[in-house]
């Protein structure tokens, strides 16, 4: 039976699967994307390094975060995920990552961050007394979330830097 | 619609929603606007719509060749006066028919 | 549209004139061929990505801008570790609802390899822990589901409004019916 309704139907479902086809499509996009983005991280100051209450290394610090991440942006990312993150490692723990900077970018032209002095957001905590004189990376990831499809991250990651070896 | 018609509607369709995709995905990407992807693509459903869903005249012209109407004889007139049980017994054929 | 209506009502009150065994039976039969290929799908979908829950809905704004509340994400767990960044899908002890947010930070043992890792939503002012059964500081392995690695917007928006409005789903499930019935075949 061929009627409007039948080829309503028909036209909507067709329409409904080559959608989800060109919404792959323009994810595999990105898979081409080389992007070329600039980032540098410093720790400008320590400007407190105690005890928490709670008995755990704490420091608070600034950093300069200065970053060039226009290139990463495609047709396709929805937008980026930016955070900030110091690992290091201590005798009890392998793997350390605590996120103490974020910020969300939705427009290609905002993604040139500039902070030459910006507090941490989140509060660098250690599990237990193990930072002093500890050895720290600085790694700046990019969480790119697509407008359909695939979701990545970029990194980059600066090392040599180094927490002081006593509590100020 | 005819049949010929039925299967120009179809093809229509189809063939307009992938070109409109094909064109909506290349100037998406080229101008790296992906809301121009979906615009065009809009676009092409829309027109599909509008060409191929509606009984358009276009649509029917290999009509059906129905053979001429020919007048009853006199056996069916006859049988015609028993008309309840015979017209039962036919629908029953038909629907069994239609199933498959 | 009148016309529809009335052959609608008529094909229903055919449908219970002429019920017999053998019709229910086929019926029955076809529609478990269907509930069953669509188990076979998701179950096959739950081995491809290792996840308890290939595809989840996203239920809250706590992830906004980048997720709303209707999209669907897809999911796969690998053993690989759970790191900094990840958007990962947990449960709760006692909850059943999934929650979809991003890890802040992670501490891995060395002795053990255990993990022990905080969660925060993007659109959230503070982490997670309020949302953690009473004094759980930390996830771990065991309460992720997977991780989100690809995403569709909108797919999920029947979900949303079944969830929001629950008449949906009956006049839904409703009209399911009818169709079944009133089809030919």
Same mark, same amino acid.
């Given at each position: ?168 | ?100 | ?28 039969? !076809? ?5 069953? !290929? ?23 704004? !706590? ?123």
């Amino acid at each position: 039976m061929h009627t409007f309704l039948y080829r309503t139907n028909s036209l909507l479902t067709f329409v409904a699967s080559v959608l989800v086809v060109l919404c792959i499509l323009a994810s595999i996009t990105d898979y081409f994307h080389r992007d070329s983005a600039v980032v540098a991280v410093d720790i400008v100051q320590v400007d407190r390094f105690q005890v928490s209450q709670a008995g755990n290394d704490e420091a608070f610090l600034a950093f300069n975060i200065s970053a060039d991440l226009r290139s990463v942006f495609t047709w396709n990312t929805k937008q980026l995920f930016v955070f900030l993150a110091v690992e290091y490692a201590t005798p009890e723990n392998a793997v350390n990552q605590v996120s103490v900077w974020d910020r969300i970018i939705e427009r290609r032209e905002d993604a040139l961050i500039a902070l030459p002095r910006v507090q941490n957001k989140y509060r660098l905590v250690d599990q237990g007394r193990n930072m002093r004189g500890r050895d720290l990376n600085l790694t700046m990831y990019w969480n790119a979330m697509p407008k359909s499809g695939r979701i990545y991250t970029g990194q980059k990651t600066l090392t040599g830097y180094r927490l002081p070896d006593t509590y100020s | 619609m005819d049949y010929e018609g039925q299967r120009l509607s179809e093809q229509i369709m189809q063939w307009l929603i992938i070109v409109a995709a094909v064109i909506g995905f290349l100037a998406g990407y080229i101008t790296s606007s992906y809301r121009l992807m979906l615009e065009i693509y809009t676009g092409g459903m829309v027109l599909a719509f509008l060409l191929a869903v509606p009984d358009w005249p276009y649509f029917n012209w290999h009509k059906l060749s129905w053979l001429p109407e020919q007048p009853p004889s006199e056996d069916e007139a006859a049988a015609s006066s028993s008309t309840l049980a015979v017209q039962k017994s036919k629908q029953g054929k038909r629907s069994s028919k239609g199933k498959r | 549209m009148i016309g529809y209506v009335k052959d609608a009502v008529r094909d229903v009150h055919t449908y219970f004139k002429t019920l017999n065994v053998r019709q229910l039976i086929s019926q029955a039969i !076809s529609l478990g061929l269907i509930v069953s !290929s669509a188990l076979m799908i998701w179950k096959g979908l739950m081995v491809v990505t290792g996840s308890e829950s290939p595809v989840v809905v996203v239920l809250s704004g !706590s992830m906004e801008p980048g997720f709303r509340r209707g999209d669907i994400l897809f999911l796969h767990m690998s053993n690989a570790p759970i790191r900094a960044g990840e958007i990962v899908v947990f449960n709760i002890d006692g909850r059943d609802i999934p929650i979809v947010h991003r890890v802040i930070r992670v501490h891995e043992k060395a002795e053990t390899g255990e993990v022990e890792v905080l969660t925060k939503g993007d659109n959230n002012f503070g982490d997670d822990r309020p949302l953690y059964a009473q004094g759980q500081m930390w996830l771990n392995r065991k309460h992720v589901m997977g991780r989100a690695v690809g995403y569709l917007p909108y797919v999920g928006i029947v979900t949303i409004l079944m969830t929001d409005y629950p008449y949906v789903k009956i006049i839904l499930i409703g009209a399911l019916g009818l169709l079944v019935i009133t089809s030919k075949d």
